[in-house]
């Protein structure tokens, strides 16, 4: 081999070993690079974790809330609906009652020979306490409707 050929192998060898040298660093620096990234995504998702954490522990928490105040609801509605069975049995009893009081009542006036017929305002009074418990029954199916809701 000449010298000169030697010398151009040497330097073609040192050549490549240049470019391997440099595309290795540049490799190197670039897969630095790519790691500071993917460190600092890393730390980002930590952080965005945490908010998503707390906003799913808070619409844990409304929910709780919200199974709270239906079974609350549910417990007043049955309450309600109790109360007004309570209502409409005082009602009708206290309008048997009354029936039954103006029955007897009309049984002592018809056998009373000094009973007179015309009665004045206490017809009247009778009528209007007959009217406003036949209204309060009338309004019950209605709030019966209304419990329900």
């Known amino acids: 081999m000449d010298s000169n050929s030697a010398v151009w192998i040497v330097i073609a060898v040192a050549a490549i070993v240049v470019i391997a040298l440099v595309a290795f660093l540049a490799r190197s ?9 993917a460190e600092e995504m890393r730390q980002e998702i930590g952080q965005k974790t945490e908010h998503v954490e707390k906003r799913e522990a808070i619409a844990a928490e409304t929910e709780a809330r919200v199974r709270a105040a239906q079974a609350e609801a ?56 007959t009217t406003d418990a036949r209204q309060a029954q009338a309004e019950t199916p209605t709030s019966r409707q209304r419990h329900r809701l």
């Open 74 to 129: 549910e417990v007043k509605a049955a309450e309600a609906a109790r109360l007004a069975g309570t209502a409409r049995t005082h009602r009708e009893s206290a309008s048997t009652s009354r029936e039954e009081l103006d029955a007897h009542r009309e049984r002592a006036d018809a056998l009373d020979p000094k009973h007179k017929d015309d009665q004045g305002p206490k017809d009247d009074l009778r009528e209007s306490e």
């Open 29 to 37: 620096a670039r897969n630095k690079r790519r790691h500071a990234q």
